[in-house]
């Protein structure tokens, strides 16, 4: 190779790893599942509107990953969210565009799939593992606000005290914000006096965030999730917290 030609060889890997740097997939890889998120301290308004300081400061994190049904078109759907923290609660801010709501023509919580329908995967203590045994909560949260997960003898119940939530839906943008109280699962007992976890610096936690969109189906037609599956099976972060990204407390 003669010296012009190896000049023009390392311009052309330089301005690669420049590429690969800015590419829309290494974004993507940032957020992968089992990776560290930073949560910053802040106490929004949960009035389901994000004109809070806290919200203004913090970058959105996109919900891209598709878990179920074939990728959705992005007039079908397309979502992301924010994140924060104060001693009492976790903090969402969660913008979902779903061309259709759908909310359940039956009221039986013991079927979420029917419904439009947002799932919180919460971890405590990060611990990962089967989530049996309130090891980690799975909240299914539709669009009249109730809150549902399956206690270990896989029975649907309301866990409303768990998450404050607020819908404010325009056209086909929705924007959710929630106050979630955390709870040691391994404390936790159904029908007891369960006293939420005071959060601080540097704790972590697994958590996990996903979108049931239904519209014209009987049921979901996609699930769309915050974390790739890798291959996984789709029920696989109802079965375990192991892919879950860890949230790192900030202050
Ligand atoms: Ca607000
Ligand atoms: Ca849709
Ligand atoms: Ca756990
Ligand atoms: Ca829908």
């Known amino acids: 190779m003669s010296r012009k ?3 023009a060889f390392f311009l052309l890997l330089i301005l690669l790893g ?3 740097k800015n590419s829309p997939q290494q974004q993507t890889t940032n957020n992968a599942a ?4 930073d949560v910053a301290y802040g106490t929004p308004v949960v009035d389901g509107s994000g004109a809070d300081a806290i919200w203004e400061n913090q970058n959105w994190q996109p919900i891209n990953h598709n878990w179920r049904g074939s990728a959705p078109k992005a007039t079908d759907f397309q ?8 001693e009492n609660n976790l903090y969402l801010l969660i ?7 759908t909310e359940s023509a039956i009221a039986a919580p013991e079927v979420p799939r029917l419904a439009d329908c947002l799932i919180l995967f919460v971890d405590e203590d990060a611990s990962s593992g089967e989530r049996a045994n ?4 799975a909240y299914h949260i539709p669009l009249d606000g109730r809150v549902f997960d399956a206690t270990p003898d896989s029975i649907w119940q309301t866990f409303d005290d768990h998450c404050w939530v607020r819908r404010i839906s325009r056209d086909n943008t929705s924007t959710w ?4 109280r955390v709870y040691d699962g391994k404390q936790y007992r159904p029908g007891g006096e369960n006293i939420p976890k ?3 610096e540097g704790k972590k936690m697994g958590f996990a965030l996903a979108y049931g969109d239904r519209d014209s189906s009987p049921q979901w037609e996609n699930v769309i999730g915050n974390i790739p599956l890798n291959g996984q099976k789709p029920e696989t972060p109802w079965q375990n917290a192991n892919n879950y990204l860890i949230l790192n407390l900030l202050r």
């Not at 309130?134 to 909560?137: I, M, Q, R, S, V």
């Open 198 to 200: 005071l959060l601080k």
């Open 95 to 101: 913008e979902i565009e779903d061309d259709t709501l």
């Open 18 to 20: 420049a590429a690969c």
């Open 79 to 86: 979502g992301r969210y924010k994140i924060a923290w104060d």
């Open 134 to 137: 309130y090891n980690a909560f």
């Open 34 to 37: 089992g990776s560290f998120v």
């Open 177 to 180: 914000e929630i106050a979630l």
């Open 5 to 7: 030609n190896l000049h």
